[in-house]
């Protein structure tokens, strides 16, 4: 290894998918809300509901709808309306891709 190049430091990470640029006040919510779903029904629970895609679809509609309707905060759960809907969509982008897969 060159000088130069211990010195500056290296990594080739081109082309590779750039988590930072995910919005971290966005991310908190989201991960907030999963957590209040871990907690009122149990951990991944999301994979196992039947007729997810359907249900999932509803359940973000109702909180886009809501939030659209000027009610930033869900009232059961106090978080905001659109973190629920990214959590369906979440869940709704699992489902339909098939990478829902029960965990054992």
């Not at 080739?12 to 989201?30: H, I, M, Q, R, W």
């Not at 999963?34 to 679809?57: C, H, M, S």
Request: glycine share 6%; hydrophobic share 35%.
């Amino acid at each position: 290894m060159s000088s130069d190049a211990a010195q500056a430091g290296r990594k080739f990470d081109s082309g590779k998918p750039e988590y930072g640029l995910v919005p971290p006040y966005a991310l908190d919510e989201l991960v907030k809300v999963l957590t209040i779903g871990a907690q009122k029904y149990e951990r991944e629970n999301w994979r196992y509901v039947p007729d997810a895609e359907r249900r999932y679809f509803d359940a973000m509609q109702r909180h886009v709808w809501a939030w659209r309707r000027g009610e930033s905060l869900d009232p059961e759960t106090g978080m905001h309306h659109l973190a629920h809907a990214a959590c369906c969509l979440f869940f709704l982008y699992e489902h339909t891709t098939g990478k829902a897969v029960a965990k054992t």
